[in-house]
């Protein structure tokens, strides 16, 4: 097939995911059993620092928003990862879209679509599956969703300039 150009496929969407599972694999299989890794923002962590303290790490928020306040993990045994539009857009006709394709209609995700989605999961590069999955299903099914299957996930959701964030019942509890 000829590419008529001006297209550009991205296929990595669960590949920075599967690339920290596999170091931290790696790590393990070496008797490491203390580490943090991190590969384009998405992390996994197991064990604690050497000082007995946990491998806190602060889930993104896109850069010159009003958001809510500083979220912190502690990584043990878990891994998180992001997926959103503010690293990747750009603006078509005076229209914001943004890099992912909704499979339902073959178009990138508009304005509509969550500013970031953020889930923590034993499997970094299922994080990252689940990520861009809740980015692409929205807010309201993207809650749905996550709540249905006990997914750990926070949704960031532009109001104007500012951003507001929702979690699900199963993040809410792991920071409770």
Request: hydrophobic share 50%.
């Amino acid at each position: 097939i000829i590419q008529p150009g001006g297209l550009h496929l991205d296929f990595s969407g669960i590949a920075k995911g599967l690339a920290v599972d596999l170091v931290a694999a790696a790590l393990e299989e070496e008797g490491a059993q203390s580490f943090l890794v991190e590969i384009g923002g998405e992390l996994k962590g197991n064990g604690v620092k050497a000082d007995g303290s946990p491998w806190f790490v602060e889930l993104e928020t896109p850069p010159a928003a009003v958001a809510p306040g500083r979220l912190l993990l502690a990584l043990h045994g878990c891994a998180v990862a992001t997926s959103g539009d503010y690293r990747r857009t750009r603006t078509v006709g005076g229209r914001r879209i943004a890099h992912t394709i909704d499979p339902a209609t073959g178009e990138p995700l508009g304005a509509e679509a969550p500013a970031a989605v953020s889930v923590v999961h034993a499997s970094c590069m299922t994080a990252d599956g689940l990520a861009t999955a809740l980015t692409v299903l929205g807010l309201e099914a993207g809650l749905a969703f996550a709540a249905r299957h006990d997914i750990a996930a926070r949704f960031l959701i532009r109001e104007g300039e500012a951003l507001s964030e929702r979690l699900t019942p199963a993040l809410a509890a792991m920071l409770d």
